[in-house]
């Protein structure tokens, strides 16, 4: 059956009501798209399929407030809201621009999830805890896409601002309930902001409630299935716990480019090779300027000369549009003296 197939029977049972033959139907299809090569889909329908049976399965049209079901629809609904994103990603290594030392790392992070198995029959442990650190702009969040690419699993974004509470205790007992999720479905957890959880754990007056937290999180990291993975991203790594620090198996940091992996990048964004530098001679100039920018400024300035300078000759019929050199230059400019406010 070709995809189109699948897509007619599915919307044919579905608006049949027949339950049996959809599932089976939605099951065939999945596994037709993993065959396909399509699976980062594929994992998508998976998780929704899972997620609709769960609810289907603790709601009934007779539901009482007060009943068994009824407070764990409300569970669902409550675990939707530390959720901030749950999803499956296309980005690869390839994608990636960072220090060889910091991508090396990444790749034996890689290979241990790739080789579990083998790990696993002489009772080796798998890495499944990592620390993303550095400056903001610099990969961190990128390099979990690339890492949830690279496995091709789901990756569950923690919704920070949910996950603290100002009820005491309440924040230990939401950092549980997405870890057990993330067991139960073995996926990875990405929790950006790290250090507003692991503070040291008398940096903040509320002595008391960072500690838990604290303890809570070293809990957690202690059982977490090898199958599952945790991901933490900070910019403030001195501020971490140091009994926290140790519980992860690898910390990576994603330091500010220098000129060549600015060079890289520049490459990477323009690779497509539609686009050329209206003055080659500008190139190293250009570098230096954007020297001691993260590479989310130094990209977001160069797609913006790119869209000003198509902007100033649409009208022209060349092969290869030409970037203006100095529209580039100003905006970097200009995005040094903003961040420098």
């Given at each position: ?166 009820k005491l205790g ?109 003055r080659k001679v ?60």
């Amino acid at each position: 059956m070709g995809q189109q197939d699948y897509i007619k029977d599915i919307a044919r049972f579905g608006l049949e009501n027949d339950r049996e033959k959809l599932l089976s139907t939605l099951n065939e299809f999945i596994e037709h798209n993993k065959n396909s090569k399509k699976v980062n889909f594929a994992l998508q329908l998976q998780s929704l399929l899972k997620d609709s049976l769960r609810r289907q399965q603790n709601s009934s049209p007779l539901q009482k407030v007060g009943s068994p079901s009824h407070y764990q629809s409300l569970q669902d609904r409550e675990m939707d809201e530390l959720i901030l994103e749950k999803l499956t990603s296309d980005y690869t290594l390839d994608n990636l621009v960072c220090t060889t030392s910091a991508k090396d790392k990444l790749v034996n992070f890689l290979e241990e999830h790739r080789h579990s198995d083998l790990l696993s029959k002489y009772q080796l442990p798998i890495s499944n805890k990592l620390l993303l650190h550095g400056p903001s702009g610099c990969g961190k969040t990128l390099a979990s896409y690339v890492i949830a690419g690279e496995l091709q699993k789901m990756m569950i974004v923690v919704n920070l601002g949910a996950i603290v509470s100002s009820k005491l205790g309440e924040t230990s007992k939401n950092l549980a309930k997405i870890f057990r999720k993330a067991a139960q479905e073995d996926c990875i957890i990405f929790i950006d902001e790290f250090d507003s959880l692991g503070k040291v754990r008398d940096y903040s007056q509320d002595h008391g409630e960072m500690k838990r937290v604290v303890n809570t999180i070293l809990q957690l990291f202690d059982y977490l299935p090898q199958s599952s993975m945790v991901i933490c991203a900070t910019n403030q790594k001195d501020m971490l716990d140091e009994a926290l620090l140790r519980r992860f198996d690898l910390s990576i940091e994603l330091e500010l480019p220098n000129q060549q992996q600015i060079q890289e990048l520049v490459q990477l964004v323009l690779k497509e090779g539609q686009f050329t530098f209206d003055r080659k001679v500008s190139m190293k100039q250009l570098i230096d300027y954007a020297q001691g920018l993260s590479y989310y400024s130094i990209q977001k300035t160069l797609i913006n000369a790119v869209k000003r300078s198509l902007f100033a000759h649409k009208n022209t019929r060349a092969l290869k549009p030409k970037i203006n050199t100095q529209i580039w230059k100003d905006l970097l400019i200009q995005e040094k003296e903003a961040l420098a406010k």
